[in-house]
């Protein structure tokens, strides 16, 4: 049986295209940097979406909280432009929300090769 796909996942993935470009061409702060929009939901009446955004070139979690405060002051430019960009009656109000995912899963694969390099020690030393 086929999946359903129901308008707020349309619409989902259009804001999360739309929101990607404008974020990285038509918003000029340098406390934002390099973002990328991981996820978006709406919420199924379409008036919320839950935007979740990672960013790439941010080291520190003060800068990922200041990069997300001035996201946050954005969110009203970055609805005008949508809404100027997209064909929907109403637009859903915009919530940003940081998204850890991807430094952790690069803190994970650190780790990672860490322990191979270890196990690789280990393995040379007792074949010596």
Request: neutral net charge; charged residues 25%.
């Given at each position: ?92 109000k915009i919530t940003f929300i940081h998204d850890n995912s991807v430094a952790k899963s690069l803190e994970m694969a650190a780790l990672i090769d860490r322990a ?13």
């Amino acid at each position: 049986m086929p999946r359903e796909f129901y308008r707020s996942d349309r619409v989902a993935d259009a804001i999360q295209r739309e929101l990607s470009a404008l974020i990285n061409d038509s918003l000029n702060d340098p406390r934002v940097g390099m973002v990328s929009v991981t996820e978006v939901r709406v919420s199924k009446d379409l008036s919320n979406c839950k935007v979740y955004v990672s960013f790439i070139s941010l080291n520190s979690e003060h800068k990922a909280n200041v990069a997300m405060s001035a996201l946050s002051g954005a969110t009203g430019y970055l609805s005008k432009l949508m809404a100027a960009n997209m064909n929907l009656r109403l637009m859903p109000k915009i919530t940003f929300i940081h998204d850890n995912s991807v430094a952790k899963s690069l803190e994970m694969a650190a780790l990672i090769d860490r322990a191979i390099a270890s196990d690789s020690r280990v393995v040379s030393s007792e074949e010596s």
